[in-house]
């Protein structure tokens, strides 16, 4: 038999194990199914919703959702170091595309696969938060609502329910009475996670975003709205969604939640990163699951671990803070071996496909979200953008898993591979301890 790429099982069904090959014309599949098949089609991974929403976003939003700190250097690493990672297949006990679900904080999940937080992602495309979170929701897969969004904390639990994570910044001023009420409420709403960004201590700048014009405080002036204009998807997401606006704040701006109020609110009240005392205060008041996002240290993730946290995001922040910060990943293995016992490890920054989630969660992860994927994906589809992505994601990790000889997420651990740029033990002993 020529070899297809593709087992007998898959040939005889192509959606077997929620596989939906591209390459079958199937006349009896729903009109949705149908849509489904077309996009893989045409952008079968996320580099080709990249290009995509690079031609069809304004300027300022392509280089908002997509630039880095300095010269991208950051998130080049974070992508090279996944690239590097080679995965060692056994065969002979895989005849179909194995299930990805898994478990995280003990609610289930179709796959180790989430949406990372993203602050006024309605900038990139307006509507952001609702489309990812409804397609979320019906994937079964973790959304993480940042706090600077265009949706409350109580309408986003409305809408995914079963899947939402709420991530919030520092609010110091009056004893933190802004962050440890968001707290309450993200307890009342029945968030599964509530995750503190600590990797934020200093402002940086994004080049990119500079030369676009987007200042700060953020304005939508006569050279952004000139930019717009040449955007039609974006304007009509816009006249239809409304200027996005972060009402998850509102409550403490007097009723103001315009991004220009929000920008001068942050300023007063926002800025620097949690101190360990603050996140153990956290950790005193919030009765759920408490993350905190932004470790590469394993020293950090011990001592996370010390406070009670439960789980901690490895994370550069998507490479938009400094160039010179290690790849997420390759501050994993480390971190893993120090705290994997005991906490719930995200790997975050630079994740683009299901393979790149498979070498996580093979180097010590146990899931492996993605930021700038799922904007591209608006970008360049609109509402359709994130139910694609996330079928992309796992259906590349299905086929992985398959490939590899796993019968199950699990069984990734156990995967032989090579991580070269790994972060050693004599690395981390190199500067003075602090
Ligand atoms: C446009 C944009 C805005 C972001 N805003 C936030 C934010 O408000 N809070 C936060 O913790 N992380 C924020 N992040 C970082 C993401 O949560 C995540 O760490 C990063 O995107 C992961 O890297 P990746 O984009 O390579 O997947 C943002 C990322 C992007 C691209």
């Known amino acids: 038999m020529p070899d297809t790429g593709i087992s007998q099982e898959t040939d005889s069904n192509p959606r077997k194990g929620g596989y939906v090959d591209p390459r079958y014309l199937d006349e009896d599949a729903s009109r949705d199914q149908k849509i489904a098949l077309e996009l893989r089609r045409r952008y079968p991974n996320a580099f080709d919703l990249r290009k995509k929403a690079r031609k069809r976003l304004p300027r300022f939003a392509f280089e908002y959702i997509d630039g880095g700190a300095g010269s991208d250097g950051n998130i080049q690493r974070n992508w090279a170091s996944l690239d590097g990672i080679e995965l060692m297949p056994r065969y002979g006990n895989v005849v179909a595309p194995p299930p990805t679900d898994i478990e995280l904080f003990g609610v289930p999940y179709n796959a180790p696969i989430g949406i990372s937080p993203i602050g006024g992602p309605g ?99 006569m050279r952004l709205k000139m930019d717009a204009m040449s955007s039609p998807p974006w304007l009509m997401s816009m006249m239809r969604n409304g200027i996005p606006r972060f009402v998850s704040i509102k409550p403490y701006m007097g009723g103001a939640s315009s991004l220009e109020e929000a920008a001068k609110f942050m300023r007063t009240e926002g800025g620097g990163a949690f101190t360990w005392e603050e996140v153990k205060r956290y950790r005193d008041v919030f009765k759920g699951r408490l993350v905190v996002k932004g470790i590469l240290h394993p020293e950090d993730a011990k001592r996370a671990v010390e406070i009670g946290l439960d789980g901690l995001f490895v994370s550069n922040h998507g490479g938009r803070q400094i160039e010179a910060l290690p790849a997420s990943i390759d501050a994993v293995p480390a971190i893993a071996k120090e705290v994997g016992k005991k906490a719930t490890i995200v790997l975050d920054s630079g994740v683009r496909t299901g393979i790149d989630a498979a070498r996580a969660l093979a180097v010590g992860a146990d899931a492996a979200f993605a930021g700038k994927a799922f904007l591209w994906s608006l970008g360049a589809l609109g509402e359709r953008g994130p139910k694609h992505m996330i079928d992309v994601l796992k259906a590349e990790l299905s086929s992985t898993l398959g490939q590899l000889g796993c019968l199950s997420v699990g069984e990734l651990r156990n995967v032989p591979r090579r991580h070269r740029t790994a972060w050693s033990p004599e690395d981390f002993a190199t500067g003075t301890s602090i």
Not at 175 to 196: F, N, S
């Open 123 to 221: 900038t990139g495309f307006p509507g952001a938060e609702r489309f990812l979170a409804r397609a979320a929701q019906a994937a079964g897969i973790p959304y993480t609502l940042g706090v600077l969004s265009a949706i409350t904390i109580e309408e986003a639990a409305e809408i995914a329910p079963d899947v939402l994570w709420l991530q919030i910044y520092r609010f110091a001023r009056n004893d933190h009475k802004i962050g440890l009420d968001l707290a309450r409420r993200a307890e009342t709403a029945g968030v599964k996670a509530l995750v503190l960004t600590w990797d934020t201590p200093v402002r940086t700048t994004r080049p990119r975003e500079v030369k676009a014009g987007i200042t700060n405080p953020f304005r939508l002036n």
